[in-house]
């Protein structure tokens, strides 16, 4: 279905484009975006982004900062996804260093980061529905996601902020009856999608403000470096966990949806099925997760001992003493390591020259990228287009300015 | 980890048989190989990567500019490569003195190239040759100095 455009006619005179300045302070570009539109009446001739105003400077903080020092800035890149950024940050460094973690420690890696991913999607499906005017998706999306937010609370102690993964594996050992809390919140969501899906799936006002907008294809995705949802739905079925698998992925069974209509109504169906698969996962990790065993790895020097053995033995009490003043100095060299955020593919660069804090840090952030292609997506359609497709994009402005 | 076993990356043995010249070094660390290219080849071996029927990389993940102060040469970008058919990743890494550090762009091989290189010239002050809006993009357009240079400091100049 493709929708009409109805374009009123107006008076002849010299035709000039009028530049429009959509943000900083817009509500529908989520956060401080300026979007400069050159219009032809209602028509988008030229977009260009004007990013950089969340720009905090993590990349240099994290120079003077010792590599766990750094976790707590990982957080704050991407806020509606915070362990998706510790994870990819702790496996950049744990490559670097050269560990293995346990394998308990791995699973629940995966299944608080599948987590998020559903919280992330939910936040997004609920601000997209309603720049699209759909309020009440909104209202249940927060609802659902405010059980994930009780989880994280539950597990780490922090709603948000919750740096929870740690260089070696988990800051603490999750609480005895987490997993109840956890299958609670699996078992209701797919009864909540379906909710979902009735409000909008079928919806026609939600089909014409979608369908067919934004197109992006599979050629320009690639050109651009677009990762995660957005090329999943022009057709690739390029996903992380499936192409480069880490922290176990390899051993769970999920599958990566793809659509190939590439507009923003096949990226609203690419999210709501990864939605149905993350849970699918955590209903896996559920089963693989043992109720006791190490949540940590044991390198002496580098990660930290147990309390138990802080307390007890002289050796123990060096080495912690040792890791949270100067912390510990990873072989001079460089890694790269990638994951599949809820927003696509999330690149750690971490430069080491042998001392205890990282030489160089760099984010590889899919909204900075992703963003890029907003002017392939609204150049040629209508301003109210513009709002959807910055929508469909599923940017976090604090990860695209860093 | 990766999909390549150390030393099995078989873009280096391509690169190689399609020109000595492109490769100046290989760094093998922790199964990620690094193919260190001299400046004036940058954007043929570039080409040359992308179209490959038997690579395809045509997938540019990242730039990512290192300042390596005060040794020279200063600076070096690593250009994070992917091969969504073949999958296979590899880094391309240029070396750039520290006076006036310029090289060709890469944006008309990977548009995506368009911010990653405004960002290291935004941050780093590294000037590519032939992009098409050089600007910066992070920082405001009056700043003055490159924040991510080692000579800058944290808490910046006041």
């Known amino acids: 279905m493709t929708t009409k455009t109805t374009v009123i ?35 988008v001739l030229t977009a260009r982004p004007d990013i950089g105003y969340l720009h905090t400077g993590i990349e240099k903080s994290c120079e003077s900062k010792t590599y766990s020092q750094c976790i707590t800035l990982t957080d ?16 950049a460094a744990e490559r670097l260093i050269g560990i293995e973690i346990p394998k308990r420690a791995q699973y629940i890696r995966v299944l608080l980061t599948e987590l998020t991913r559903v919280s992330s999607h939910l936040v997004w499906l609920g601000t997209h529905a309603i720049d699209l005017g759909a309020m009440s998706v909104f209202l249940y999306s927060f609802r659902e996601r405010e059980e994930i937010m009780k989880i994280y609370e539950y597990v780490s102690g922090q709603r948000m902020m919750t740096s929870y993964f740690r260089i070696g594996g988990l800051a603490l050992e999750p609480p005895p009856d987490w997993l109840d809390r956890v299958r609670r919140v699996v078992d209701a969501m797919p009864g909540h999608i379906d909710e979902y899906e009735t ?12 369908k067919g907008v934004g197109y992006l294809s599979p050629e320009g995705a690639i050109a651009m470096g677009v990762s995660g949802p957005l090329l999943r739905a022009s057709g690739l079925a390029y996903d992380v ?34 939605i149905r698969e993350s849970l699918k996962i955590i209903r896996q ?25 802080m307390k007890t033995s002289i050796e123990g009490l060096i080495y912690h003493f040792k890791i949270f003043t100067e912390g510990f100095a990873p072989p001079p060299g460089e890694v790269y390591q990638c994951i599949e955020s809820p927003r696509g593919e999330l690149g750690v660069f971490i430069a080491s020259d042998g001392s205890p804090k990282p030489f160089r840090v760099k984010f590889r952030t899919p909204s900075f990228v992703n963003l890029q292609s907003l002017p392939m997506l609204c150049e040629g359609r209508l301003i109210a287009d513009v709002v959807a497709c910055i929508g469909t994009t599923d940017i976090v402005l604090g990860e695209v300015d860093r | ?92 890494r240029v070396r750039l003195p520290g006076a006036e550090p310029a090289l060709p762009s890469v944006s008309g091989v990977w548009a995506t190239a368009n911010w990653h290189e ?12 032939g992009h098409p809006d ?25």
């Not at chain 2, 405001?140 to 944290?154: A, N, S």
């Open chain 2, 134 to 158: 050089l600007r910066r993009i992070l920082m405001p357009d009056d700043w003055e100095g490159y924040p991510l240079r080692k000579d800058y400091p944290v808490e910046g100049f006041r």
């Open chain 1, 9 to 43: 006619e107006t008076p002849a005179g010299p035709a000039q484009p009028m530049i429009l300045n959509m943000g900083p302070q817009h509500p529908s570009t989520h956060g401080v975006l300026r979007v400069v539109l050159e219009l032809d009446g209602e028509i």
């Open chain 1, 285 to 309: 990790a559920m089963d693989k997760i043992e109720p006791t065993g190490p949540f940590r790895a044991e390198v002496p020097g580098i990660i930290p001992p147990s309390r138990e053995e």
């Open chain 2, 1 to 92: 980890m990766e999909s390549s076993e150390a030393g099995k990356n078989p873009a280096v043995d391509k690169l190689r048989d399609w020109d000595k010249q492109a490769v100046a070094e290989v760094i093998e660390f922790r199964g990620e190989t690094t193919v260190v290219v001299p400046q004036q080849h940058l954007v043929r071996a570039a080409e040359f990567l992308m179209s490959e029927p038997s690579l395809r990389f045509t997938f540019l993940s990242d730039i990512t500019p290192v300042d390596r102060f005060p040794i020279e040469p200063r600076f070096e970008l690593n250009y994070h490569l992917l091969s969504i058919e073949r999958l296979l990743r590899l880094r391309l």
């Open chain 2, 118 to 129: 405004r960002e290291a010239f935004d941050l780093f002050g590294i000037r590519f040759h």
């Open chain 1, 199 to 210: 409000l909008l799936t079928h919806n026609r006002i939600w089909m014409a403000r979608t």
């Open chain 1, 76 to 91: 704050r890149i991407d806020y509606l996804a915070p362990l998706s950024n510790n994870l990819g940050f702790c496996l």
């Open chain 1, 241 to 274: 966990r499936r192409a480069f698998p880490y922290s176990s992925y390899e051993e769970f069974d999920f599958n990566v949806p793809t659509q190939t209509a590439g507009d923003c109504y096949a990226r609203y169906q690419v999210r709501v099925a990864e």
